[in-house]
């Protein structure tokens, strides 16, 4: 009962539908409590309390007039037969003033302890019909009011008042006052209730609009959330999966009702959430035994939560975040296979090419050997061993070229290791020096951590830097600028890994030639075979690391390496 009397109070939207609703509730509400306070007034007459009350059969007779005419306007309103319901509404509420008055009148005029109850028709009219709503009914209470006390000052009042505890006004004072005073408050009430009315409805609307806009996005999120192809399981600040979407269960093949309230690391022991967020490759196997590479990433959500006794908290919840990447995968390594085979055949046909010159030169000097051979002790000494430098010197080149063709065609698998950086960096630095391949370097600068150890196949890690230390010797050669080579450990933007920089102050790559130099065949120089970046790449690539070149101020080239860390399990 109490939630229908507050929903016909809540003020009415400008349909003609909803004015309806709310002024059939209000006449409900003026059958109840007319019928109440009377009870209660009898009640207490009964017991012997001064109140002034009619003879029963006045108060009968008013309360079946009250019904009789209530019912009548439920009737016409429900049928649509009242005019046009703002009007309808408006004589509704003059009808109740003057109900009101003749219960004032009726119970002591102004002693009656009623005339409060003219507030009641001013407030409905004003939550109902806002302004003019209100301002009528209080308008009509305020003339009413005054008759009643008119009437008392001039003497017009029941008999029965004298036989209870009714004392008439010494003084048309006492009278004006109460008109000024009620009258006051009347208007106030109207003006209170209109605006009262209007924060409502503006509320109302708000709420409507926001809610709608809820609801809007709540299945926006759910279709999302069920449609995405991408896998998304979310977890509390205890690590224990509290949602799933149908992607999820694709790839994991995992129901949802087995997993959800389970701890994450139970059910994926793989997927490794650690504190650092970043894309992260794992092997997984499914529910069915299969096994598949799965991508992965999460990102923290700061869910509130209640506040303890003395704490506030915000706990980390993770979204994670699952792709099945095996096909994706597989398409890569075709793809390079192709790249690779593309690689080969251009590579053989540069092989093809630069065996004439070598060739070439052996064979001329191997024929100029042939035709002096009957008079090889005559044979100018310096002569000879010039032509035996062509041919060894020519050998050792095609020799270099065949290595290197091997190693980028058929690059052998990694074997990772812990070792020490400053050591590998020396073992380098003494091959680089000892062979004739390059300029000998005129200054090495070292800033290494004499404790840093890094994980990679330490044989090809040494492969890929004496290739970049030879490149530097190269662009430094005939200067005294000195070659800078540093490494440090990494922990930022989600990485963790080594990161190794070659730092020069030759004449640089230009930003146009940056991506091209890491392309087979592709040299600066008439001696090289252009592999050796190739192969460095090659060789970072299957680490999962990276290699750039960066041109330095004023000059010079920054060549950077980055090689991750292996994946720990974090207690």
Not at 102 to 108: F, H
Not at 204 to 210: D, I, N
Request: aromatic share 8%; proline share 5%; hydrophobic share 45%.
């Amino acid at each position: 009962m109490f939630r229908l009397l507050t929903k016909a109070l809540i003020p009415a939207a400008d349909r003609e539908q909803e004015t309806r609703r709310h002024l059939f509730w209000w006449l409900l509400i003026r059958v109840c409590l007319f019928t109440l306070l009377i009870s209660i007034s009898s009640f207490f007459h009964e017991k012997g309390h001064p109140v002034i009350l009619p003879p029963l059969a006045v108060t009968l007779f008013f309360l079946c007039i009250l019904y009789g005419y209530s019912i009548a306007a439920a009737l016409l309103l429900q049928r649509g037969k009242g005019g046009p319901v703002r009007r309808f509404a408006i004589i509704q509420l003059l009808s109740d003033t003057v109900f009101v008055a003749l219960l004032v009148y009726a119970t002591g005029c102004s002693q009656s302890i009623f005339t409060t109850v003219f507030i009641l028709p001013v407030i409905a009219g004003g939550l109902i019909l806002s302004r003019m709503g209100g301002l009528i009914p209080a308008a009509a209470a305020t003339l009413l009011y005054g008759a009643v006390l008119t009437g008392e000052l001039l003497g017009w009042i029941p008999e029965y008042f004298h036989a209870g505890p009714y004392q008439p006004p010494q003084t048309y004072l006492t009278g004006t006052n109460l008109f000024a005073v009620y009258g006051i408050i009347f208007f106030l009430a109207a003006l209170l209730s209109e605006q009262l009315a209007r924060r409502l409805r503006f509320t109302e609307e708000k709420l409507t609009k926001t809610s709608l806009e809820y609801d809007r996005l709540s299945l926006l999120y759910k279709q999302i959330f069920d449609d995405i192809s991408t896998g998304i399981i979310t977890t509390d600040h205890g690590n224990v999966i509290t949602s799933c979407n149908h992607a999820a269960e694709r790839i994991t093949g995992y129901p949802r009702g087995k997993i959800l309230g389970q701890p994450f690391n139970r059910c994926f022991p793989g997927i490794l959430l650690h504190d650092r967020q970043g894309r992260s490759v794992c092997d997984f196997e499914k529910s069915d035994g299969m096994k598949i590479r799965i991508g992965y990433s999460f990102s923290f959500l700061n869910m509130p939560v209640e506040q303890g006794p003395g704490e506030g908290l915000r706990m980390k919840w993770k979204v994670v975040t699952l792709q099945d990447i095996s096909q994706i995968e597989r398409m890569e390594r075709q793809i390079r296979e192709g790249e690779k085979m593309a690689a080969i055949g251009e590579l053989s046909a540069s092989i093809a090419h630069d065996f004439r010159n070598p060739l070439a030169a052996i064979s001329g000097s191997a024929q100029i050997l042939n035709l002096e051979a009957a008079n090889i002790a005559s044979l100018n000494p310096d002569t000879l061993r010039s032509l035996l430098g062509i041919i060894l010197r020519e050998s050792k080149r095609m020799a270099q070229t065949i290595t290197d063709f091997l190693q980028f065609a058929r690059p052998a698998p990694i074997q990772p290791e812990w070792f020490d950086m400053n050591r590998l960096l020396d073992d380098v630095l003494y091959h680089v020096r000892t062979q004739r391949n390059a300029p000998a370097p005129e200054k090495i600068v070292k800033e290494i951590d004499s404790r840093l150890h890094c994980w990679a196949d330490r044989q090809q890690l040494h492969t890929v830097l004496t290739h970049l230390i030879e490149n530097a010797c190269f662009a430094t050669a005939g200067t005294s600028e000195a070659i800078v080579i540093s490494a440090s450990e990494i922990h930022e933007d989600g990485m963790d890994g080594i990161r190794i920089e070659v730092r020069d102050q030759g004449p640089g790559i230009p930003d146009e030639l940056g991506e091209k130099v890491f392309q087979p065949f592709f040299s600066s120089r008439t001696d090289g075979t252009g592999l050796g970046l190739a192969i460095a790449r090659q060789i970072i690539d299957n680490h999962r690391g990276s290699i750039a070149i960066n041109s330095s101020e004023p000059q010079g080239c920054i060549v950077r390496l980055y090689l991750p860390l292996p994946q720990t399990v974090t207690p």
